[in-house]
């Protein structure tokens, strides 16, 4: 069954729940997250981990431990700090997911949800399957009211002096809804 949904003054169809990875799915280190997020949030803030690209279920596994990993004993954060990680396996990955806020986007973490794609996006995009699988995951947002249906779409460099989400990426969602410069 679709939904038709109009976010940002552009009518989407969403096709129901996206294929979503669970957290235990991926890894054996349960999240020791607890801050909450209230919800809907107003913002989206786009990312790219910056390391390797993977295009199977198992190296997209593989990656993402080595990134919580990363987050836990360098960071000293409770979990991967993103909310969702995109594969160009064209799987959704959650992190701390749509219930506990993220450590992504300092300022913001507690009023937006944080999607990495997984990979250095800087001279080359994400495939079409990753792109289709972010922009089903935020409509889903927006359809079950995690997300406000007006909400901003930003890129990382527009919060902070980084290369996030990396060029090519940042010239891609600049062209999605949602997308504000300021």
């Known amino acids: 069954m679709k939904l038709l949904l109009l976010i940002s003054g552009i009518l989407l169809a969403v096709q129901g729940c996206p294929r979503i990875i669970k957290h235990?799915?991926?890894?054996?280190?349960?999240?020791?997250?607890?801050?909450?997020?209230e919800k809907p949030e107003p913002f989206i803030v786009i990312h790219h981990t910056s390391g390797k690209r993977c295009f199977h279920k198992t190296t997209c596994k593989r990656?993402?431990?080595?990134?919580?990993?990363?987050h836990i004993s360098v960071h000293h954060w409770c979990?991967?700090?993103?909310?969702?990680?995109?594969?160009?396996?064209?799987?959704?990955?959650?992190?701390r997911g749509w219930d506990k806020m993220g450590a992504h986007t300092f300022h913001y973490n507690h009023i937006s949800y944080g999607i990495a794609f997984m990979g250095n996006f800087m001279n080359t995009s994400p495939n079409n399957l990753a792109l289709n699988a972010s922009k089903s995951l935020i409509a889903y947002a927006v359809?079950?009211?995690?997300?406000?249906?007006?909400?901003t779409l930003k890129g990382h460099r527009q919060f902070l002096k980084t290369a996030c989400p990396g060029d090519t990426l940042y010239?891609?969602?600049k062209t999605w809804p949602g997308w504000k410069a300021t």
Not at 63 to 70: C, D, G, R, V
Not at 87 to 94: C, Q, R, S
């Open 63 to 70: 990656e993402l431990q080595i990134i919580q990993k990363n």
């Open 143 to 151: 359809s079950r009211k995690n997300l406000t249906p007006r909400y």
């Open 24 to 37: 235990s799915d991926w890894t054996n280190i349960p999240s020791q997250c607890n801050i909450a997020l």
């Open 171 to 173: 010239n891609i969602i």
């Open 79 to 95: 979990d991967i700090c993103y909310n969702f990680l995109i594969g160009e396996d064209g799987n959704i990955y959650e992190g």
